[in-house]
């Protein structure tokens, strides 16, 4: 069946840092792929999203990109800030009805 | 606004005890969706419906059911809660179960059985 592998956390950075989350992904078929974040105390809300190989995703200085050829949808932004500290869970999408997520790596960022 | 509520929000309950946690969303969506997220495994999908009286199983179905009578509303029906349905629990929505949408997703609700 389908599964979605994050990069395991936590993971604690210095404001201004780079971050890179690893996610890599089997699926059969041409799913599409997410990024969603989720705040203390509140559900999960859309980050970015690809849907189709080479395709990047970007939103609020993160990016990611759709890449088939390693199934993989590494999740990065050049410049943390403390109020990125959050839930990040990747997650791919079939048009048979049924999400994927994987397990969630926490980010915290200090100041 | 456009959103997906969910309630309660917080429940304690006891087991063998039926409860029901309702879900309904305000975007004429067509494709609705349960998750459970518990410490280390993520998101995991127990059921999920494509249209009115169009429900089929997810990753985790069992012990749980749900019906999907109107587009807007989407209940989980836990008959006979036990321990191991301690969780947390989000309710989705998206357009089309096409895969190109986005989730939104509830608050919530955290679930405690005793």
């Known amino acids: 069946g389908d599964s979605v592998t994050q990069m395991e956390g936590p993971v604690t950075l210095s404001e201004e840092a780079f971050l890179t989350i690893n996610c890599t992904y089997t699926?059969?078929?041409?799913?599409?792929l997410f990024w969603y974040v989720q705040y203390p105390g509140e559900g999960l809300q859309l980050l970015l999203k690809?849907?189709?190989?080479?395709d990047k995703g970007s939103n609020k200085g993160f990016e990611a990109t759709y890449r088939k050829e390693t199934t993989s949808f590494h999740l990065e932004k050049g410049s943390v800030q403390v109020s990125d500290s959050a839930v990040y869970f990747c997650?791919?999408?079939?048009?048979?009805?049924?999400?994927?997520f994987g397990d969630g790596t926490t980010l915290t960022v200090k100041p | 606004e456009a959103q997906v509520t969910q309630n309660p929000r917080y429940l304690i309950t006891v087991t063998g005890k039926k409860l029901t946690v309702t879900c309904s969303q305000n975007m004429n969506h067509e494709y609705m969706s349960w998750y459970r997220q518990d410490p280390g495994l993520g998101l995991r999908q127990i059921y999920y419906?494509?249209?009115?009286?169009?429900?089929d199983k997810g990753d985790v179905p069992e012990g749980y059911k749900v019906s999907r009578k109107e587009k807007r509303n989407f209940p989980l029906i836990l008959e006979s809660p036990s321990p191991n349905q301690t969780s947390l629990y989000f309710c989705?929505?998206?357009?089309?179960?096409?895969?190109?949408?986005?989730?939104?997703f509830g608050e919530g609700s955290r679930l405690t059985v005793l």
């Open positions: 989705a929505s998206t357009l089309t179960s096409g895969s190109g949408g986005e989730l939104f």
């Open positions: 419906s494509m249209n009115v009286e169009v429900t």
């Open positions: 690809a849907t189709k190989a080479d």
């Open positions: 997650a791919l999408g079939t048009n048979a009805g049924k999400s994927t």
């Open positions: 699926a059969t078929g041409y799913p599409s």
